[in-house]
């Protein structure tokens, strides 16, 4: 078992390249959602602080802009290596923060925001622009940064929203404001401090804390360019709107209900695991969670006794035991979502399969839960629970699938599962969603676009795609002729 370590952090905010504490603003109390216990405070920041950030972010940006690429990126390599290094303490804090197994963030937050630092690292000097000609004329086009950008992230993977949002900023040459949730306040800052010591100047990653009212202040302040968010629809809706008062640009990474469809000739264990990961993994806190299993007819009995089988090797307990697998929900607010969303469900008259109650523990627990015998009108299927609940309806042909699983105004993701290769690719074509897997599920290596369709978001993060959302073409035309006028 790993020692429970002093989770308090140097100060609340980082700005400017160093921690910095401003007691005025309303205290956070931080929670290790498998306990329920208090383990740091932090308090939100002050209008003076959010300032402070954004001079700081606006003052270092024109330098940076200006700052040799191959430099950009080799710093953003370094912090890479340093996360890597510090793996496992900023493992143990991502799971104090989050309530996730350490058995997970050992392997999926950190090391998720390394490879993301590293890939953009890796492309920060491949910024390129295109030539057209025009007769003997011609024109070129360059790719500048925007200016100040601010990131808001969600609660549930704060290491890796943190670089998956800052790295292509940065790469690209822009400063970054980054709000955590206040959820989960702690990673953030050590991505800040930690890209300060790989040689990132003050001011180009700054972290200030705060509930909602403080991502409004930055969502509106006419000093920033960009605002990409990852939470939910409504959300989403806010920033979306206060962003458009001054046409800021906008990345929105939102919720989902993903559909995973698993076909009769698909390898059961392989879709099984595929539900599983995709329902279960940070107990069902992920946005890209596949949450309604289509399953064909032919092989529903086995797909549900294999899949119940399975939940034997769930084992929950203190997340910092490596042995365990399975953690709480990330706060009391979201359990009682997820426990209400439940008894809707069951008077509704769906059949709880497995789990489907809070656990019997301290902390904020809900069991495994699969729910059969639905219709696709109720309330569990229609809308984004986020938690351990996963929805197995049946169908029988692809043609049904497929507008089933389009019946949703969420377009985040979709899984097929099945051996038929012609039939996956087909299908996949006609999915409305921004990442489709094929017998495989979740997986969001950086090199690979990440996003939404529909009202699961706008633009995309990872991949070369996330160059361009931070930044903007210049257009030159070149004139090589004699300049003809009317007169
Ligand atoms: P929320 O939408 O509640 O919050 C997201 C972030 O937005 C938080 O930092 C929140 O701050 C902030 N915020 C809230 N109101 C405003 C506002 N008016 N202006 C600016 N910022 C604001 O999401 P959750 O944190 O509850 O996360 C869960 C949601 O995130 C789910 O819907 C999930 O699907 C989605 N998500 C999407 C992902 C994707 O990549 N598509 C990945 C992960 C999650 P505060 O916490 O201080 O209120």
């Not at 990673?187 to 509930?211: D, R, S, T, Y």
Request: with cysteine; charged share 20%; proline share 6%.
């Amino acid at each position: 078992m790993t020692d429970r370590p002093d989770a308090q952090p140097r100060a609340s905010h980082f700005v400017d390249g160093d921690y910095v504490e401003d007691r005025a603003g309303e205290p956070i109390p931080v929670i290790y959602p498998a306990t329920g216990e208090t383990i740091a405070t932090v308090h939100a920041a002050t209008p003076d602080v959010v300032d402070r950030a954004l001079t700081s972010a606006a003052r270092a940006q024109a330098d940076w802009a200006a700052t040799d690429p191959t430099e950009r990126g080799r710093i953003l390599r370094r912090a890479a290596d340093l996360i890597r290094e510090r793996n496992r303490d900023l493992s143990v804090l991502e799971t104090l923060d989050t309530g996730k197994p350490l058995q997970e963030t050992l392997v999926a937050d950190a090391t998720s925001g390394a490879d993301a630092l590293e890939y953009f690292g890796g492309l920060a000097a491949d910024v390129t622009g295109t030539t057209m000609r025009f007769g003997d004329d011609w024109a070129y086009t360059i790719r500048r940064p925007l200016g100040v950008c601010v990131g808001i992230g969600a609660w549930n993977y704060p290491t890796q929203i943190a670089c998956w949002k800052g790295a292509p900023a940065l790469a690209t040459g822009n400063a970054m404001v980054f709000k955590p949730s206040e959820t989960t306040p702690l990673c953030a800052l050590k991505v800040a401090e930690i890209l300060v010591e790989a040689g990132l100047p003050p001011g180009l990653f700054n972290v200030v804390q705060g509930l909602g009212a403080v991502g409004a202040a930055l969502t509106t302040d006419p000093r920033v360019a960009k605002v990409s968010l990852t939470g939910s629809v409504p959300t989403g809706r806010k920033v979306a709107a206060a962003a458009a008062g001054e046409m800021k640009h906008v990345t929105m990474e939102l919720g989902g209900k993903s559909p995973i469809l698993v076909f009769d000739d698909a390898d059961v264990d392989d879709a099984v695991s595929g539900a599983i990961n995709g329902n279960f993994y940070s107990s069902g806190q992920v946005c890209s969670n596949g949450t309604r299993v289509f399953v064909q007819s032919g092989i529903m009995d086995a797909f549900l006794s294999r899949l119940t089988e399975r939940l034997a090797g769930v084992v929950p307990g203190d997340p910092l035991d490596e042995g365990v697998n399975y953690g709480p929900m990330t706060t009391r607010a979201q359990m009682d979502i997820v426990l209400r969303h439940l008894d809707t469900v069951r008077a509704e008259g769906a059949r709880v399969v497995a789990g489907g109650k809070r656990m019997d523990r301290d902390g904020w627990w809900i069991e495994p839960t699969i729910l059969a015998d639905l219709r696709d009108d109720m309330a569990a299927v229609r809308e984004e629970i986020f938690g351990p609940v996963m929805s197995v309806l049946t169908f029988a042909t692809e043609d049904e699938a497929v507008a089933r699983a389009n019946d949703t105004p969420f377009g985040l993701s979709a899984g097929l599962f099945t051996r038929d290769l012609t039939r996956a690719h087909r299908v996949v074509a006609r999915l409305q969603a921004g990442t489709c897997w094929i017998n495989q599920y979740n997986l969001t290596p950086p090199g690979m676009p990440f996003g939404g369709s529909k009202q699961s978001g706008i633009g995309r993060e990872n991949a070369r795609v996330a160059m361009d959302h931070f930044t903007e073409v210049q257009t030159v035309y070149v004139g090589m002729g004699p300049v003809e006028a009317a007169y």
